[in-house]
């Protein structure tokens, strides 16, 4: 198991809260997914249907298709589902392939597009549609797997890129379209728990690893940038450099604060963001 099928699960651990509490908005999401997925609809909601609709809302048929291919099992011909495509991108003109090696072709006529698996199908597509997918283009994994997701399928560079696509789908289809404001207590934690962590995962003012697990993650991130100063201006270089002091993996923990809006960044430069989710007293 790895960060990708971990993010479904805690998905679908919130999602049940959800719907066992009532919530209207988890209960429309949950009605519609079932329904596109011709599910029968259960007399009560339990952990294993609530994986099948995480799974469901990042693209994937249900959770035994999402386990296989986030995590790197799955053939090069394999059905990827819809993963690498969405209503974000729904308007953009792309180039469809049934067979990987015309697709390839194109991508060698235009190497500064992108190679993409849909279903058992391949796109070609321009920075735009990546940029939209919530995907850094130019972010250098790319160039490590020739900006063909299908060849570079299971490598680490594609799990850093479909890691920033998981993150997009979670903005995207999770917390804005379910509830907000409980999607957000959830993911907050007691000052025990922040301390449990912390003893957890530093270990002489190092990360001894990234956690995997989200609310674990977002205790160590909301620790790393109360170290920055909040009244300045970090290069890109500056910042990696700040990280690199805590663990070897900057570019996760650079990309992890500007998706969970801990840091912001504009042009090349990076700056605390300070309005953060406080920890319960």
């Not at 479904?8 to 209207?24: F, G």
């Amino acid at each position: 198991m790895n960060a990708l099928t971990t993010e479904i699960k805690t998905r679908a651990r919130l999602l049940l809260k959800l719907l066992q509490s009532n919530n209207v908005a988890a209960r429309k999401r949950a009605l519609m997914l079932s329904r596109k997925q011709h599910w029968e609809l259960p007399e009560e909601w339990q952990l294993r249907h609530c994986l099948h609709l995480a799974a469901a809302d990042c693209g994937f048929q249900h959770w035994e298709q999402a386990r296989e291919i986030l995590g790197g099992e799955a053939g090069r011909d394999a059905d990827m589902g819809d993963f690498w495509h969405g209503p974000e991108v729904g308007g953009y003109t792309n180039h469809w392939f049934s067979v990987y090696a015309e697709a390839l072709v194109q991508l060698h006529a235009h190497p500064e597009d992108y190679l993409l698996p849909y279903r058992r199908q391949y796109m070609v597509v321009g920075s735009d549609y990546i940029r939209a997918l919530g995907v850094n283009p130019d972010d250098a994994f790319w160039k490590s797997i020739n900006h063909d997701v299908v060849a570079g399928y299971g490598s680490v560079s594609w799990l850093n890129l479909a890691q920033q696509r998981m993150q997009a789908t979670r903005v995207e289809r999770f917390e804005k379209v379910w509830d907000v404001q409980q999607s957000k207590l959830d993911l907050q934690s007691t000052a025990n728990e922040v301390e449990r962590v912390l003893k957890s995962f530093l270990q002489q003012g190092r990360l001894i690893k990234i956690p995997d697990q989200r609310k674990k993650r977002l205790v160590i991130l909301r620790w790393l940038v109360d170290q920055l100063d909040a009244t300045r201006r970090y290069s890109e270089g500056e910042i990696n450099s700040f990280f690199l002091g805590f663990h070897e993996d900057y570019a996760t923990l650079r990309r992890e604060m500007i998706i969970n809006g801990l840091m912001l960044r504009e042009d090349g430069v990076y700056w605390r963001q300070l309005e953060n989710i406080d920890v319960i007293p």
